[in-house]
């Protein structure tokens, strides 16, 4: 019954638990809507049915005789295709070049998910590598919308964002460079957080840039991301970066705000040229709503913001190009079929296996590292992302919490910044920051535009302050009279759907 | 004008050290030699993709003792950095190596010549992981066979400054280094292994009408033998001499370029003809952390280095009163030097202790082809070797009959004491006994003892040795002289 997809996360676990409904049925219904709508939305790139449904019935036995489960137990979950699993499906991170790799290992986030007794139903599709904004950047074709087929559900995470948004599942992974989940999170009008980077173990994720690279929940409530953040977060020895702290109880910590008592600030770079004004003033609406229940509205300088870009696309780039180099055809992927010698091989493997934003950001990161270029590209960038932290630990001292847009605009159109690079890289101005400084941001739903479009409203916050950053986001979703998406009505596609 | 002038040979050596941990650097496979290809591999050190290396904390310790050994300066944040090129042993198509925060700096290494000591400076050491093997397959197919057991293996790169002046001085630095990295447990060094690789920088400064010139640099590449290392530093002297007076290129008219070397001709070759122009666009690896260690820790460090090995040698001359010679026998290995004090500290007679390691021991194992790398590599332990030069030293056994037990001990394991005993070589001191012997002796030697009593003193080893003949060696050599001179100036 598709009916039960309506559901939360928690609200499964709960129905669940008193006997309503089974993983079996929440794991048929999921895997019935994706063979239903994906056609149309194309949010997965893989499905593993029968070992998903009979990993459900597992946990339904273990249930039935009073064992203990996880804090996940029986629910449907996506992952993004660039976390690996070793369960026999292919990690293909949305290129050629992957197209058949299947890892002999998972990632860390996918055991966590396992040994919560999660179900993972199937892998999401990205821009390759999660190179982009927009899911147009994928192998295998993009992902619609599911609020508008003509829109792009944002990216990297569009295939996650859309899964969640179409109600597929409750819960899904994503994994955030520079806005990667937070921009379509925004677009589809879900729940998304980046956290704290060295928050969440990046083992088995396929590295774009390790120093910005940080997995996280996407859901259509806080709570919902809360639970799967509590599950995904925590020191892994095989993650250098990882850090050793325990987190804390994200339910605790949510349950701690007070929004009476909060100090909230505006960043005056945010609020500027080239906003959409419909997204502005839904914006500006919802931090009024926090104003209106007694929470303190300041602004705030973040004086290095723009030199963001800038810098990001040094970094990142950079990082990137050397994160690929092991894509060579010799010992895994994608090896071309007619070459001339070693050379040539690796060239024709690459030019083969390679989409064109890849090769792009390859190349712009192979000439800021290169000898001659290294000082003045690479390492100013660097110095810039100090400047950029340092903003935000300014910032940070005069209040609790920063709030803003996730992207100057809603979703557009396919093909609309595809000619234009520049144009797409600009549709993360406000998202790349955080990574830059590490600190953990997250997308809420705050709206739909004029033409139906939801609209994300940001949050940021100083290192390992998940917790106040999802109360804050619980309490606008019950502000707004529902909880996540559902103040935003349902996707249009989901009630022609009909009743199945 | 061209006997007037002088010309100086000048070498840097940069030399890799394969290091003695148990794991690989940056995850847990084993570090192995020799075992089938591809068995000692995991996702991280075939560089998978989402795959994170770890650092190994143990090639870290050992890197920064040797660095600490060498007198350099511990850096208090060392960093990792990637250094990218490609090449199909290099799963990652990039090396993870040390770039401008090596671990350690500026040290120095005290060289034995045969001109004396030298210290040569050191510039850094740093570590890095190694690269796999490639096997190309025989038989002329257009094919190559990867083997990455070694891939992510621990190296570490000690880069002296150019102070090397001659090619004694060359193998006098590479033998200390194996010598120090040995002493300190850091590698095995084992040259058949390829444990240890040189890369000689070298040229010559020739100075003549009152200039001086440096000729191009030449860098050799993957040396792995200390003749080798000699043999072609030599080869270069001449040949960058001869390529001089040809063509008087500098090292600013051509800089550097890089040469392979045949061992079988002892012969250089042109490896790269201009010096390709490699960016390794070096940048901090992001994937691991910058690692500061505790002054405590470095502290604790410092003082579990073992003493080094000059240190060992002047204090082996100093304290026993040894010559530089046995010294240098004796503190040859790390191994050596230890199984020597064992036996000097329990035979009470140091300078005794070192005449049987270095003589009756060494001529011992060297007749069975026996070389110690470990303690139970000596064929005979240091206590049973401390029991015979005490009973020689005491006068039980004398030194012939102790050459004897020497080799009964190696040859049944059984302790001196054991052999002196079942084969009554206990010396007799009986006066009875030696002047029954004397008697006999001066007997049948009448013609020596008239000699000895008109003064040619010699005549008297003819005497003793119809003694020690007689009394199958157990005559107390000391008391049958004393008594047998007595006897004649009667």
Request: proline share 5%; hydrophobic share 40%; aromatic share 6%.
């Amino acid at each position: 019954m598709s009916e039960w997809l309506d559901m939360t996360a928690c609200q499964m676990k709960a129905a669940m638990a008193a006997g309503r409904t089974s993983s079996r049925e929440l794991v048929a219904a999921s895997l019935a809507r994706i063979e239903r709508l994906d056609g149309r939305i194309g949010a997965f790139l893989s499905t593993r049915g029968e070992q998903a449904l009979a990993e459900a019935e597992a946990i339904d036995r273990r249930r039935a005789s009073g064992e203990p489960l996880g804090p996940l137990a029986g629910v449907p979950v996506a992952v993004k295709d660039n976390l690996c699993t070793a369960d026999g499906l292919a990690t293909t991170c949305a290129s050629r070049m992957l197209e058949n790799f299947r890892a002999p290992y998972s990632a860390h986030v996918v055991e966590r998910i396992v040994a919560a007794d999660g179900v993972i139903v199937g892998k999401c599709n990205l821009d390759e590598f999660a190179m982009g904004s927009s899911t147009e950047n994928s192998s295998s074709g993009p992902t619609r919308n599911p609020w508008s087929l003509d829109c792009v559900p944002g990216g990297s995470s569009g295939g996650s964002a859309a899964a969640v948004a179409a109600r597929m599942v409750p819960l899904a992974l994503g994994s955030d460079t520079g806005g990667s989940i937070r921009q379509p999170a925004s677009h589809c009008g879900i729940v998304g957080l980046k956290p704290t980077y060295g928050r969440v173990s990046r083992y088995g994720l396929v590295a774009f840039a390790s120093s910005l690279d940080q997995i996280g929940p996407m859901a259509r409530t806080a709570e919902d991301a809360a639970l799967l953040l509590g599950v995904i977060a925590g020191h892994d020895a095989r993650d250098a970066t990882s850090v050793a702290e325990a987190p804390p109880d994200y339910a605790a910590a949510m349950d701690a705000v007070d929004v009476s008592r909060l100090r909230i600030g505006m960043p005056r770079e945010y609020f500027g040229e080239g906003l959409d004004a419909e997204v502005d003033q839904l914006v500006r609406e919802a931090i009024r709503t926090f104003a209106e229940a007694g929470a303190e509205i300041v602004e705030v300088d973040l004086p290095h913001a723009p030199y963001a870009v800038a810098a990001y696309y040094l970094v990142a780039t950079a990082e990137a190009s050397s994160n690929l180099a092991r894509y060579d055809g010799v010992h895994y992927g994608r090896r071309a079929s007619e070459h001339a010698g070693l050379v040539d091989m690796y060239s024709r493997s690459r030019a083969e296996g390679f989409g064109d934003e890849v090769k792009r950001r390859i190349m712009l990161g192979t000439y800021a590292l290169s000898s001659g270029y290294y000082d003045a590209y690479y390492l100013k960038a660097l110095k810039v992302r100090r400047l950029i932290k340092r903003d935000f630990d300014r910032a940070l001292e005069q209040v609790d919490c920063l709030m803003g847009p996730i992207c100057p605009t809603a979703a557009f159109r396919f093909g609309e910044k595809t000619e234009d690079p520049l144009q797409m890289y600009l549709s993360d101005i406000y998202t790349i920051s955080a990574n830059l400084a590490t600190i953990p941001g997250l997308s809420v739903p705050c709206g739909r535009t004029s033409a139906g479009l939801p609209v994300g409203l940001q949050m940021l916050g100083d290192v390992f302050s998940e917790g106040l950053l999802l109360g804050a986001a619980r309490w606008l979703e019950r502000a707004r009279g529902g909880e996540g998406g559902d103040a935003l009505g349902r996707p249009a596609i989901l009630d022609e759907e009909g009743v199945a | 004008m061209s006997d007037e002038r002088s010309v100086r040979l000048v070498v840097g050596l940069e030399v890799h050290v394969h290091m003695k941990t148990r794991t690989k650097l940056f995850c847990s496979c084993a570090t192995s030699f020799g075992d089938p290809p591809n068995t000692h591999c995991c996702p991280v050190c075939l560089g998978m993709p989402g795959v994170l290396p770890v650092m190994n904390r143990e090639a870290y310790r050992l890197g920064v003792m040797t660095a600490m050994a060498l007198g350099c300066t511990i850096n208090e944040r060392t960093k990792w950095d990637r250094k990218h090129y490609y090449y199909p042993d290099l799963p990652k198509n990039y090396q993870i190596s040390q770039y401008d925060r090596p671990l350690g700096e500026h040290g120095l290494l005290e060289i034995e010549t045969p001109a004396g000591r030298k210290a040569v400076r050191i510039l850094r050491v740093h570590l890095e992981e190694d690269a796999g093997k490639l096997n190309h397959a025989p038989g002329g197919e257009e094919c190559s066979e990867v083997d990455l057991n070694r891939a992510g293996t621990p190296l570490l790169e000690i880069v002296s400054e150019p102070d090397i002046t001659s090619v004694e001085e060359a193998r006098a630095y590479c033998t200390s280094l194996r010598q120090l990295v040995t002493y300190l447990g850091v590698s095995e060094a084992n040259m058949q292994m390829g444990h240890m690789r040189f890369e000689p920088n070298i040229n010559l400064h020739v100075a003549e009408h009152g200039e001086t010139f440096a000729t191009p640099i030449v860098e050799l590449k993957n040396l792995n033998s200390f003749r080798a290392v000699e043999r072609s530093i030599a080869f270069e002297a001449r040949r960058q001499l001869a390529e001089w007076d040809e063509t008087h290129r500098t090292l600013k008219a051509a800089g550097k370029t890089t040469r392979g070397y045949n061992d079988d001709t002892g012969e250089t070759f042109v490896q790269r003809e201009k010096e390709e122009a490699h960016d390794y666009r070096y940048f901090p690896e992001p994937d691991l952390v910058v690692v500061t260690p505790e002054a405590s820790w470095l502290e604790e460090l410092q003082q579990t280095l073992p003493e080094l090995p000059l240190a060992k040698k002047d204090r082996f001359v100093r304290e026993f009163g040894l010559g530089e010679y046995d010294a240098g026998v004796l503190t040859a290995t790390i191994e050596m030097a230890r199984y020597f004090e064992a036996v000097a500290a329990a035979s009470g007679s140091p300078k005794a202790a070192a005449n049987w390691v270095t003589q009756g021991l060494a001529r011992e194992m060297n007749e069975r082809g026996v070389t110690a790398e470990s303690e139970a590599d000596f064929p005979v332990t240091a206590s049973h070797l401390a029991e015979l030069v005490r009973a020689v030293e005491s006068g039980t056994i004398n030194k012939q009959a102790g050459d004897k037990v020497l080799r009964a001990m190696i040859d049944t394991g059984r302790t001196a004491g054991e052999i002196i005993e079942a084969e009554g070589l206990a010396q007799t001191s009986d006066a009875g006994d030696l002047d029954r012997w004397i008697e006999e002796a001066l007997a049948a030697n009448p013609g020596p003892a008239a000699d000895y009593r008109a003064g040619k003193k010699q005549a008297l080893g003819r005497i003793m040795g119809h003694i020690m003949k007689a009394s199958k060696g157990k005559a107390n050599p000391r008391l049958v002289t004393e008594r047998l001179e007595k006897k004649l100036s009667e």
